[in-house]
């Protein structure tokens, strides 16, 4: 079983910054894929970035395109996303997931099957 762990969710005000945690842990072997997607009130959830760890191949949605950099740190399993030049668009709750597969599936429209349970960012 995999189990993300978000993190670093809070209150910061437009044009500021937040850097969200992840923590991934489980049997991982082989969940290279790994995602941030968000959801905000009355809305779908929408992909915001994803990254393949081996080699570091990065997807993000245009409307964080510029703003947002997901990274991963190898040794601790750790998944990140660095939001800059955040706007109140941006209010939502943000989500951890990993999934199996090819680098090429690792998209922001793929199935992913590990969830977190979220981290609450309002830009305000």
């Known amino acids: 079983h995999v189990q993300p762990v978000e993190s670093g969710g809070e209150l910061v005000q437009p044009g500021g910054s937040l850097r969200l945690s992840c923590a991934i842990s489980g049997n991982t072997a082989f969940t290279y894929c790994r995602g941030w997607f968000r959801q905000a009130p009355g809305k779908e959830r929408e992909g915001v970035a994803s990254?393949?760890?081996?080699?570091?191949?990065?997807w993000y949605a245009d409307s964080v395109k510029g703003r947002f950099t997901i990274s991963h740190d190898n040794a601790k399993n750790t998944l990140y996303l660095q939001m800059d030049s955040l706007k109140p668009e941006d209010t939502a709750t943000y989500y951890c997931?990993?999934?199996?597969?090819?680098?090429?599936?690792?998209?922001?429209?793929?199935?992913?099957?590990?969830w977190g349970q979220g981290t609450q960012v309002t830009v305000s």
């Open positions: 997931a990993a999934r199996t597969g090819h680098r090429l599936s690792c998209h922001l429209g793929a199935d992913f099957g590990y």
């Open positions: 990254i393949y760890i081996i080699g570091g191949s990065t």
